[in-house]
């Protein structure tokens, strides 16, 4: 799971969030559609995945709750 962008989809083909590697800080990052103010930044891509499946509705990229 090594790229360096990773479009998210809905079981619609509608893209609801990409999570991707900042070149410039060296971190990981989700940028969901329907939550633009939502700015964390992971040191992994697999930490990024893992509060993106805890934390967000995977069909409308809305925050479900934050741990």
Do not use: C, Y
Request: charged share 30%; aromatic share 14%.
């Amino acid at each position: 799971m090594s790229t360096s962008k990773i479009i998210l989809r809905n079981r619609h083909g509608a893209e609801v969030a990409v999570i991707f590697f900042d070149v410039d800080s060296g971190r990981w990052r989700i940028v969901s559609k329907a939550e633009p103010k939502f700015k964390r930044d992971f040191p992994t891509q697999k930490e990024a995945f893992d509060v993106w499946h805890a934390n967000f509705h995977a069909g409308t990229g809305k925050l479900r709750k934050w741990r």
